[in-house]
């Protein structure tokens, strides 16, 4: 099971950073995706770790402002966000799964769901 915390609210220029932690379990046989969700909108990549080759890979609207990270144990992965902007306000969720690289953007490719963290930018 997954758990994602640290949103919140915040003002457009700001930062916050998302954890997604597996309860205590090692995340190193997954890969990991940070998608989001905008009322009235499907969900959408933000980022994700591939298991394959251990890259990092961001959508074009968050590149440059959001970095993917993992713990040294591989048991939590975070999402600093910088530079918010309203644009960013969604439920943001982290999943798991082992998707091949030309699918690792979809969100059906990922078998295990965090319950989702709100993140509002106000302008």
């Known amino acids: 099971q997954l758990q994602a915390s640290g949103g919140g609210l915040v003002q457009d220029g700001g930062s916050l950073r998302l954890s997604c932690a597996a309860s205590g379990r090692t995340l190193s046989n997954y890969g990991m995706g940070w998608f989001r969700q905008a009322p009235g909108k499907e969900r959408e990549f933000v980022a994700a770790?591939?298991?394959?080759?251990?890259?990092?890979y961001y959508s074009d609207s968050v590149k440059g402002r959001f970095t993917f990270s993992r713990n040294n144990d591989k048991t939590t992965v975070y999402l600093q966000m910088n530079s918010l902007k309203p644009e960013d306000t969604a439920v943001y969720y982290c999943?798991?799964?082992?998707?091949?690289?030309?699918?690792?953007?979809?969100?059906?490719?990922?078998?295990?769901w965090g319950q989702g963290t709100q993140v509002t930018v106000s302008s």
């Open positions: 999943a798991a799964g082992t998707p091949i690289l030309s699918s690792i953007n979809l969100a059906r490719a990922y078998a295990y």
């Open positions: 770790l591939h298991k394959g080759n251990n890259r990092i």
